[in-house]
């Protein structure tokens, strides 16, 4: 299920972000942004063991949603001209599978994260589509999940799979 222009309708709901399209072009930033989260999310880990592992994992996160989920739309986060990160959608009969939804580290904190989330909730709640995330099942980012009403669903391995139902609607978190 895809609504039309759904870059515009999304964006629609942000204040200070702007949202576009990526192109095939885009691969390499999107490799980049991929890439930066990863180092980041690894960076405890020692130097060549994480740089072999960032690199895995940046091509396994793109390919995976290239491959396994075709129809997904990638959007470009931006405050004013530079890209700030990243989100990923995947529309699909009532469902909104959250794919990536990832702020640049020197951007982090600022509230850009909070505010795509946010405008994703605010168009899953207008489409009446149940928002679905999956999390590493410690992972910190549990918490901001939850503020914006993401509930635990299922374990799956070692992620957790998170559900914000429609605001108003049956089953509805909070």
């Known amino acids: 299920m895809m609504i039309p222009d759904f870059p515009a309708h999304f964006t629609s709901h942000l204040s ?6 990526a192109l095939p072009g885009d691969r390499p930033l999107l490799r980049r942004i991929i890439t930066l989260d990863t180092e980041n999310m690894l960076e ?5 063991a994480r740089r072999m592992i960032v690199a895995v994992q940046a091509e396994g996160r793109l390919n995976l949603a290239r491959r396994g989920y075709p129809a997904a739309t990638c959007l470009l986060l931006e405050a004013g001209e530079e890209v700030v ?4 959608v995947d529309l699909r009969r009532g469902l909104a599978l959250l794919l990536e939804l990832i702020i640049l580290p020197p951007w982090r904190g600022q509230g850009y994260g909070r505010e ?3 405008g994703l909730c605010a168009q899953a709640d207008a489409g009446g589509w149940v928002l679905e995330a999956s999390v590493f099942y410690d992972s910190p980012v549990r918490r901001f999940f939850h503020k914006a009403g993401f509930v ?6 070692l992620e957790l799979v998170l559900l914000r139902h429609p605001a108003g609607r049956k089953g509805a978190a909070g």
């Open 44 to 48: 405890d880990v020692p130097a060549d």
């Open 152 to 157: 635990p669903s299922r374990e799956e391995g």
């Open 116 to 118: 795509a989330l946010a």
């Open 85 to 88: 990160g990243l989100v990923m």
């Open 16 to 21: 200070r972000l702007g949202a576009r399209p």
